[in-house]
């Protein structure tokens, strides 16, 4: 799922037909060898790109846990099969942009269903924001990574407060103190 979120980065994989099609045929194996199902990348056409960019920013909303996802959620069908162990399972149908639809939407279902989809989030720095799947114990993160993005935003407010205190102490050198500048008072 975040790697169908995070193709929006430069450059975006959903702009060109050429660069989304490889993105689904590696996307789409990756899929079928982890779900254990035959699945071929479904052909895209350049129509297709504006819909796939429309269910990228609803997926987006939602990992964001905006409550309502906007465009791009059209009704979409999927299918139930029962494998060769008795598992049922669901199976995305479709062509083109639907069956890619049908294959996340299903893939949010199982996610929430198994009280997993809370764990994807965005990264809160804000010049990077990749949607990350939060490994932490406690599903505290907050970056997609520690090193670089936490680092980064650490070192930003860290900064800030540098400045806030520097400025506190100047404002604080440039006003008279408490009953400074009052004449004393002339003994008798």
């Given amino acids: 799922m975040h790697d169908f979120l995070n193709t929006v980065h430069e450059p975006d994989l959903l702009a060109d037909t050429a660069l989304a099609r490889d993105w ?4 789409v194996g990756t899929w079928a060898e982890l779900r254990g199902l035959p699945a071929e990348p479904p052909a895209v056409t350049d129509a297709d790109l504006p819909k796939l960019r ?3 920013a609803s997926i987006a909303r939602l990992v964001r846990g905006e409550a ?3 465009p791009g959620t059209a ?3 999927a299918s139930f099969a029962m494998s060769e162990t008795g598992e049922v399972r669901l199976e995305p149908v479709g062509s ?4 890619l639809a049908s294959a996340l939407w299903g893939e949010i279902l199982l996610s929430q269903q198994a009280g997993t989809w809370r764990r994807l989030k965005q ?3 804000h010049p990077c924001e990749s949607t990350f799947y939060d490994r932490s114990k406690n599903n505290s993160g907050v970056w997609c990574n520690v090193k670089t993005c936490g680092n980064v935003a650490n070192l930003r407010a860290s900064r800030a407060r540098r400045r806030e205190r520097e400025r506190a102490a ?3 050198r440039l006003s008279p103190a408490p009953g400074a500048g009052a004449a004393a008072p002339e003994p008798n």
């Fill in 123 to 125: 990264c809160h720095n």
């Fill in 54 to 56: 429309a269910l990228r």
């Fill in 96 to 99: 083109g942009w639907r069956w």
């Fill in 170 to 172: 100047q404002d604080d």
């Fill in 24 to 27: 689904l045929a590696d996307a």
């Fill in 68 to 70: 309502d996802a906007g």
């Fill in 75 to 77: 009704t979409i069908s």
